[in-house]
């Protein structure tokens, strides 16, 4: 089993990013909150940088008529060719439902979205969303279920990110030229402001925010994320990802023979085909 999140206020893991003025503290920072309107939206960012781990935050995304707002949860580094793991929920017209992309950057190449359905409507309560990293894969999950995984097959010449330190961020902003039915839905900006919720700010990585340690995470092996339990997932666990990708997946690069006629080499090993 993975490790539990141990809830810490805000302030221990996390700085704002930008436009802090559009941030809310509650409890003290156990809660805090994103604000979008039509002056600006908000980031904040992790303290320290990362090399593998297990990153989590609980999200409460904005309700009612969300359309061309976009959510987003996910690690970065800081290079030109970066590495990146990706969660964005894109906003919908009310009563329509939200939209969750993945996709995996590594050495500055994506291209690799999915977009599924989520089984909740994730306005309503506090829902969990995590990234399991390590040498062998990177999965990403919605409440213990694997919604995604991608496995490192650097032996096939598919670059995986393994050597890049990663921040971890979020951010509430607006995207109305793209991220609703295309960029047909625009921000309804008579509904602002736009809040997201946020709660339990655990970083369980191996920190990695000098040079030194940043070797010692590369070579360590030892953390529980590297145990051979780690290194693919279960039956149960495929079977609870095949069920999301049968029942919710409403688009998956891999199975899209007009931009890849050929299926990318990591489909297979991912079992996406």
């Known amino acids: 089993m993975m490790r539990r999140p141990v809830d810490v206020p805000f302030q221990k893991n996390y700085v704002p990013s930008w436009a802090n003025d559009h941030m809310k503290y509650i409890n003290g920072g156990a809660e805090i909150q ?6 600006s939206g908000t980031g904040f960012q992790s303290k320290g940088s990362y090399l593998f781990g297990h990153f989590s935050m ?4 904005v309700g009612g008529d969300s ?5 987003a949860f996910y690690l970065s580094s800081q290079n030109l060719e970066h590495d990146e793991i990706d969660f964005e929920f894109l906003g919908n017209r009310t009563g329509q439902p939200y939209i969750l992309q993945t996709n995996v950057y590594a050495g500055g190449k994506g291209e690799r979205e999915q977009r599924i359905y989520l089984w909740f409507d994730p306005s309503k309560d506090y829902h969990t969303y995590s990234t399991l ?3 062998h894969q990177i999965v990403f999950f919605v409440d213990d279920v694997p919604i995604r995984i991608f496995k490192n097959c650097n032996d096939l010449g598919v670059r995986y990110p393994f050597s890049q330190t990663m921040k971890i961020y979020s951010s509430l902003w607006d995207a109305d030229d793209w991220a609703t039915r295309g960029g047909l839905e625009k921000t309804d900006w008579t509904k602002a402001p736009f809040i997201a919720s946020y709660t339990s700010f655990h970083v369980d990585g191996c920190d990695a925010s000098t040079r030194q340690s940043a070797m010692v995470c590369s070579i360590r092996g030892g953390m529980w994320w590297d ?4 290194q693919d997932l279960d039956g149960e666990q495929y079977r609870r990802l095949q069920w999301v990708r049968e029942k919710y997946t409403i688009y998956n690069y891999c199975t899209d023979k007009s931009r890849y006629p050929n299926a990318p080499p990591e489909c297979a090993r991912d079992r996406d085909m």
């Open 34 to 39: 994103l604000l979008l309107d039509k002056y």
């Open 58 to 61: 609980r999200i409460k995304m």
């Open 67 to 71: 359309a061309g707002v976009v959510t």
């Open 133 to 135: 990293w390590n040498m």
């Open 227 to 230: 145990q051979k339990a780690f």
